[in-house]
């Protein structure tokens, strides 16, 4: 019997992801096959390889463009993935948006500082470039 949970998210550029996974230690590898409890799989247009025994498949919902939200599915037995990408991907989606307005913000040539909170949260201020 599978365990994989699949949640929809609001990730459409993987180039921000693929940012996020990087700043996390993570590989993010294209049309690959994430792995799964005693050795189930599941397929992913791009699967996040975690240092655990699990991973996360990214995919696009079958007949979506591709504008449409990935998906995010992982076998979140014994919390492996929650140690690595916390729990509900929250680090992993906080980090994504970093990553999202990071590009955008130098898209438009603004300038941007990043601060870690002492809560945890990331403080973004933009300001016009100088």
């Known amino acids: 019997m599978s365990h994989f949970v699949t949640i929809e998210t609001q990730i459409r ?14 590989t993010l590898l294209p049309n690959a096959t994430a792995r799964g409890f005693s050795g189930t799989t599941r397929q992913g247009d791009l699967v996040i390889r975690l240092h655990g025994p699990f991973d996360i498949a ?3 919902p079958s007949g979506t463009g591709e504008d449409a939200p990935y998906t995010l599915s992982t076998d ?3 919390g492996h ?4 990408v916390g729990p509900n991907y929250g680090r992993l989606l906080q980090l994504y948006g970093v990553h999202k307005t990071l590009r955008e913000a130098r898209a438009k040539r603004l300038r941007v500082t990043r601060r870690q909170e002492s809560d945890g949260s990331i403080r973004l201020t933009l300001t016009p470039a100088a």
Do not use: F, I, P, T
């Open 76 to 78: 979140w037995w014994q």
């Open 81 to 84: 993935v929650e140690k690595e």
């Open 13 to 26: 550029d993987a180039a921000a992801l693929a940012d996020a996974c990087a700043e996390l230690g993570l």
């Open 58 to 60: 990214v995919n696009r």
